[in-house]
T-cell receptor
Framework: KAGVTQTPRYLIKTRGQQVTLSCSPI?????VSWYQQTPGQGLQFLFE???????NKGNFPGRFSGRQFSNSRSEMNVSTLELGDSALYLC????????????FGQGTRLTVV | TQLLEQSPQFLSIQEGENLTVYCNSS?????LQWYRQEPGEGPVLLVT?????EVKKLKRLTFQFGDARKDSSLHITAAQPGDTGLYLC????????????FGQGTELSVKP
């Protein structure tokens, strides 16, 4: 069974640009969460989607947004990139509710220059 | 703000030694999970503890959830070089869906 797939794996962008990251959850999984991982702050929750609805949102500025499609694939968008947005962005999928195991993808390494 | 304080942040030990990693919070968690992350990879779930006072064993790894469900520990017996990696604790709180609150992580290095 294929795991969580995140694309692209690596990305270099310039300050002020915008970026879209993609996450394909495990087949049959309906919940997708996004996390930002940096050396200074560790893993921080961005948002969670379930059946195309945002169920929860972390404490990030409005420049960070996301969505989920009917096939459970999810995208997150960061607009007006800042140097501090450089991080590993991780996606996790669950089959359904929060008490089911979260499976993480390999992440997208975003570098803002 | 809910926080999980994980310690130590870095640990460098010799093969065969024992070690313990701690996660503490002032918040109560419905469950607590331990992950291991290798460089360039996403975290992989090791164990989930749900009941206060619960102890789970996974080969040489022993996980404990505090009675009050505010803290947890991971104990590794006779560490091996293959145990090297980043260990993360993460808690789920009530009424916040699948939002995981992560500790800062413990970077473990086991030297042969």
């Amino acid at each position: 069974k294929a795991g969580v797939t995140q694309t692209p794996r690596y990305l270099i962008k310039t300050r002020g640009q915008q970026v879209t990251l993609s996450c394909s959850p495990i087949s049959g999984h309906r919940s997708v969460s996004w996390y930002q991982q940096t050396p200074g702050q560790g893993l921080q929750f961005l948002f969670e989607y379930f059946s195309e609805t945002q169920r929860n949102k972390g404490n990030f500025p409005g420049r960070f947004s996301g969505r989920q499609f009917s096939n459970s694939r999810s995208e997150m968008n960061v607009s007006t990139l800042e140097l501090g947005d450089s991080a590993l962005y991780l996606c996790a999928s669950r089959i359904q509710g929060p008490n089911t195991e979260a499976f993480f993808g390999q992440g997208t390494r975003l570098t803002v220059v | 703000t809910q926080l999980l304080e994980q310690s130590p942040q870095f640990l460098s030990i010799q093969e065969g030694e024992n070690l313990t990693v701690y996660c503490n919070s002032s918040s109560v968690f419905s469950s607590l999970q331990w992950y291991r992350q290798e460089p360039g990879e996403g975290p992989v779930l090791l164990v989930t503890v749900v009941t206060g006072g619960e102890v789970k064993k996974l080969k040489r790894l022993t996980f404990q959830f505090g009675d009050a469900r505010k803290d947890s520990s991971l104990h590794i017996t006779a560490a091996q070089p293959g145990d090297t990696g980043l260990y993360l604790c993460a808690g789920l709180t009530y009424n916040q869906g699948g939002k995981l609150i992560f500790g800062q992580g413990t970077e473990l290095s086991v030297k042969p």
